[in-house]
């Protein structure tokens, strides 16, 4: 029987773990914290949310078209950095005229449009990184997580109202992007590789990144050496320090 433990008690599966929940409280914390910050774009409700509905198609019809072809990690990635990047210039931008208040909006609106595309990739992702044996578990922690950044995603227009820095909430929906954006470069990729089953068959998965590096697998080099004895002549033989035969040196390969 496995239990939330099991995502966290083995090397590979508990980076996998730690590093998507990184991802998904930074997916509908930046996706709600920007629709909040953010002006509305038509005075009316019901063509407001038509014009919200069909530009969000775009980013969803890239990210399918995208993640077939290059796999789920690299736009992911990009989907955050570009959203992350975005939220900051909007955070920066004043907002002290009208002209500003545009621009400001309209920088807003194509960050949410790559968070969009985060939630889009994200799903799908997920479940190709966790065994069989636990993804139902894992999915569930990630799902938590993501409802913890919606839940705090609404007080960023309160900050922003309290504070000096009006451009504070887009600001700290930035940061939490940039670093889910290397969160999600750190993950494995998962196109053309095998479903795992079980958590063995993860761990001897190769990693992503430099936790991939990190983690290559040690392995016995064995160097043997020999010591020839010294040459009689007429300056003073130096002492000479031998290694014992099959000397075993452990480096990474």
């Not at 072809?69 to 907002?95: D, E, K, M, S």
């Not at 500003?100 to 990739?121: D, M, P, W, Y």
């Not at 392995?219 to 075993?248: C, I, M, W, Y």
């Amino acid at each position: 029987m496995y239990t939330f433990a099991d995502c966290f008690r083995s090397p590979n599966v508990r980076k996998t773990t730690l590093l998507c929940l990184t991802c998904w409280f930074a997916c509908y914390f930046g996706y709600l914290g920007v629709s909040y910050l953010s002006s509305e774009i038509a005075t009316d409700v019901y063509l407001n949310l038509a014009i919200n509905g069909l530009l969000e198609l775009i980013p969803i019809a890239l990210a399918a078209t995208v993640a077939s072809r290059l796999g789920n990690r690299l736009p992911l990635a990009t989907y955050f950095l570009t959203g992350g990047i975005f939220a900051v210039i909007a955070g920066v931008i004043p907002g002290s005229s009208h002209a500003e208040v545009i621009a400001q909006n309209i920088v807003a609106f194509l960050s949410r449009l790559a968070f969009v595309g985060t939630c889009c990739v994200i799903f799908v992702y997920t479940t190709e990184l966790f065994p069989t044996v636990i993804r139902n578990n894992a999915f569930s922690l990630c799902c938590t997580n993501l409802r913890i950044g919606s839940m705090i995603a609404p007080l960023l227009p309160l900050m922003a109202a309290n504070t000096s820095f009006k451009g504070s909430g887009f600001i700290f929906v930035g940061i939490a992007a940039i670093i889910a954006a290397l969160a999600a470069w750190l993950l494995r990729e998962t196109k053309g590789q095998p479903l795992a089953r079980t958590i063995d068959e993860v761990e001897k998965l190769a990693y992503g990144g430099m936790i991939g590096f990190l983690q290559l697998p040690l392995q016995t080099v064995k160097f043997n050496f020999r010591v020839r004895p010294p040459h009689h002549s007429g300056l003073r033989a130096k002492s000479v320090v031998a290694l014992e035969p099959d000397s075993t040196i452990a480096t990474r390969v």
